[in-house]
């Protein structure tokens, strides 16, 4: 069985997905096709693997180092298309609508560069990581606070106050937020506004909204290891749960929230957002 660690896709990603194994192997995943497309090595080292897949007329991975490689992209094929040693200490990176790629580095400005090309295209100051909720939105994190972002990055609205704790997940229907924290155990609901409508006193690892079925789907992560599945409305109100006895590593949206992915101890799962029907990402 292959050891997969970590998997990246936008959320409005159809058809591919990248998962990493130890040392920077990555595997490139088609869900049309049911199939393992590409396997190559990216570059990798103390910390584990930090990359994106970039969707687009030709896809690229991009993947980021902490200490001496910098930024590469990589085409489906695994040539490396571009090198960046310029800035290390590579925290995070997040795939952008319209082939644009998002790069967090330590005590450093975060950049959005060009997928194809490494080419720098913007800066954003202040900002901790992105997260990228639909292609024409995404959510800036800070120290304390988070704040939406239009196609182009720039704000929609003001802050949101979010404490001491960092944001790490978060997804929107395009009326509400919903955001869980990073060591943190509490998931907030909010308007559009950034108004808090609802929370629940639990701690979730990865959250997604639903189309099919208009509800919030959660991935609940307790400190006995014992994993479950959460649905609940804009009201916080619980509709559903199911245990996961799996260990979850990693946690990708797709489909537009239709598709969970999930990287277990027995490779990967394809889940069914609507109803939780699961299938396996097969490795043959």
Same mark, same amino acid.
């Given at each position: 069985?292959?050891?997969?660690?970590?998997?990246?896709?936008?959320?409005?990603?159809?058809?591919?997905?990248?998962?990493?194994?130890?040392?920077?192997?990555?595997?490139?995943w088609?869900?049309?096709?049911?199939?393992?497309? @590409?396997?190559?090595?990216?570059?990798?080292?103390?910390?584990?693997?930090? *990359?994106?897949?970039?969707? %687009?007329?030709?896809?690229?991975? +991009?993947a980021? @180092?902490?200490?001496?490689?910098?930024?590469?992209?990589?085409?489906?094929?695994?040539?490396?298309?571009?090198?960046?040693?310029?800035?290390?200490?590579?925290e995070?990176?997040?795939?952008? @609508?319209?082939?644009?790629? +998002?790069?967090?580095?330590?005590?450093?400005?975060?950049?959005?560069?060009?997928?194809?090309?490494? #080419?720098?295209?913007?800066?954003?100051?202040? &900002? =901790?990581?992105?997260?990228?909720?639909?292609?024409?939105?995404?959510?800036?994190?800070?120290? %304390?606070?988070?704040? =939406?972002?239009?196609?182009?990055?720039?704000?929609?609205?003001?802050?949101?106050?979010? *404490?001491?704790?960092?944001?790490?997940?978060?997804?929107?229907?395009?009326?509400?937020?919903?955001?869980?924290?990073?060591?943190?155990r509490?998931?907030?609901? =909010?308007?559009?506004?950034?108004?808090?409508?609802?929370?629940?006193?639990?701690?979730?690892?990865?959250?997604?909204?639903?189309?099919v079925?208009?509800?919030?789907?959660?991935?609940?992560?307790?400190?006995?290891?014992? $994993?479950?599945?959460?649905r609940?409305? $804009?009201d916080? #109100?619980?509709? #559903?749960?199911?245990?996961?006895?799996?260990?979850?590593?990693?946690?990708?949206?797709?489909?537009?929230?239709?598709?969970?992915?999930?990287?277990?101890?027995?490779?990967?799962? +394809?889940?069914? &957002?609507?109803?939780?029907? +699961?299938?396996?990402?097969?490795?043959?």
């Amino acid at each position: 069985m292959i050891d997969l660690r970590q998997v990246a896709a936008p959320p409005w990603e159809e058809d591919l997905l990248v998962t990493a194994r130890p040392k920077g192997v990555v595997d490139v995943w088609s869900l049309m096709r049911d199939a393992r497309c @590409a396997t190559f090595e990216t570059v990798w080292d103390s910390g584990g693997w930090r *990359g994106a897949l970039v969707p %687009g007329e030709h896809p690229v991975v +991009v993947a980021g @180092a902490w200490e001496r490689h910098g930024v590469c992209g990589y085409d489906l094929t695994g040539q490396r298309l571009w090198q960046d040693r310029s800035r290390t200490n590579v925290e995070a990176v997040t795939a952008l @609508a319209g082939g644009r790629v +998002v790069v967090t580095h330590l005590r450093r400005a975060t950049r959005v560069l060009e997928a194809a090309t490494g #080419e720098e295209v913007r800066t954003l100051r202040g &900002a =901790l990581r992105v997260i990228a909720l639909r292609p024409d939105l995404s959510l800036a994190v800070g120290g %304390g606070w988070c704040r =939406l972002l239009d196609r182009s990055l720039d704000p929609l609205g003001s802050r949101i106050s979010t *404490g001491l704790n960092i944001v790490w997940f978060a997804a929107s229907d395009g009326e509400h937020l919903v955001i869980t924290e990073i060591g943190g155990r509490v998931l907030r609901i =909010l308007d559009s506004d950034g108004r808090e409508r609802a929370r629940i006193a639990e701690h979730f690892r990865h959250v997604l909204h639903d189309p099919v079925t208009g509800t919030w789907v959660a991935v609940h992560e307790p400190s006995d290891g014992k $994993n479950s599945l959460f649905r609940f409305n $804009n009201d916080g #109100e619980i509709l #559903e749960r199911r245990p996961w006895d799996l260990r979850i590593g990693g946690t990708a949206t797709m489909r537009g929230g239709r598709t969970l992915i999930l990287i277990t101890t027995e490779g990967g799962q +394809v889940v069914n &957002a609507a109803n939780w029907s +699961v299938r396996r990402l097969e490795t043959t």
